[in-house]
């Protein structure tokens, strides 16, 4: 069974990017027809999907977050990296990855508080 973990800083200052990344283990992000995902969900709110890197590569990004995020991965580590550019308090909330696997069955992180504060 897929696992993944959450890592990074739980607070970030306004104006600098917030990194995260996203540890598998139990299955390759390099799996065909897997899709690896980040979602957030801000205090009192619903989740927002914000973006994926599919097993070939390729990314595709939230419309409303697209042009300060940027998804990637690192093959050699099984990893999957987020980075929220220019940050303010709005991004503060709990980040999860997940993934939808070949087979449809979908898989989630813990989750990582994040707190945008300075």
């Known amino acids: 069974q897929v696992q993944l973990q959450e890592s990074g800083p739980g607070l970030v200052k306004p104006s600098q990017t917030l990194s995260l990344t996203c540890t598998v283990s139990?299955?390759?992000?390099?799996?065909?027809?897997?899709?690896w995902n980040w979602i957030r969900q801000p205090p009192g709110k619903g989740l927002e999907w914000m973006g994926v890197i599919a097993y070939d590569g390729r990314t595709y990004y939230s419309p409303s977050l697209e042009s300060r995020t940027s998804i990637s991965r690192d093959s050699s580590k099984n990893q999957i990296s987020l980075q929220l550019m220019s940050v303010t308090p709005e991004d503060t909330g709990v980040y999860y990855c997940?993934?939808?696997?070949?087979?449809?069955?979908?898989?989630w992180g813990q989750g990582t508080q994040v707190t945008v504060s300075s």
């Open positions: 139990g299955g390759s992000i390099t799996s065909v027809y897997t899709a």
């Open positions: 997940y993934v939808d696997d070949a087979l449809g069955f979908g898989y």
